[in-house]
């Protein structure tokens, strides 16, 4: 029988449901003997349009930035922990960039059988329906997608 995923990424972002997504790809990637990459992509795009609306001036999107990445770096770090945790290498990348763009490019560089992504957010108006990037990167990807729930027994079985 054929692996069904030789290759999976997760796209960790700092939420809740991305921790839970990254535990969940860790155990699906060791039950599957599949490599994985963790990515965490810094969303310019965004800091740049806020400038663009005067919600931010250049300095204080710059100190934003810095900031994102050395969130990117945390959780990045955290992603490495928890597969270390499982006896499983894990690749991590940080990117910058439109996030479902990034995504997208780096699925296909790594030719992945498998996107996996935290959970939706409920989604209150169609505006924020187009702008939400893990929509985006769900409708787009060259690949199947697993959307993981934010459940506490995924938690529970993960530390088991």
């Not at 054929?2 to 796209?11: L, Q």
């Not at 959780?75 to 006896?87: M, S």
């Not at 991590?92 to 790594?110: I, M, N, P, R, S």
């Not at 959970?119 to 990807?141: H, K, P, Q, Y």
Request: glycine share 4%.
């Amino acid at each position: 029988m054929a692996v069904p995923f030789k290759h999976i990424v997760v796209y960790i972002d700092g939420s809740e449901s991305s921790m839970t997504a990254i535990m969940y790809a860790i155990k699906l990637a060791k039950e599957h003997d599949s490599s994985l990459t963790a990515v965490y992509v810094i969303n310019t795009k965004a800091l740049s349009e806020l400038v663009k609306a005067g919600i931010f001036v250049a300095v204080e999107r710059d100190e934003y930035q810095k900031d994102l990445i050395l969130d990117a770096d945390r959780y990045l770090h955290h992603a490495e922990r928890l597969a270390e945790q499982k006896d499983l290498a894990i690749e991590t990348v940080k990117l910058e960039g439109t996030v479902h763009v990034v995504v997208k490019e780096l699925l296909k560089e790594k030719q992945a059988d498998l996107l996996v992504l935290g959970g939706i957010t409920d989604i209150r108006s169609r505006r924020e329906e187009l702008a939400s990037e893990t929509d985006r990167m769900m409708r787009t990807a060259p690949c199947p997608v697993l959307i993981v729930r934010d459940d506490d027994d995924i938690w529970f079985e993960f530390e088991a």
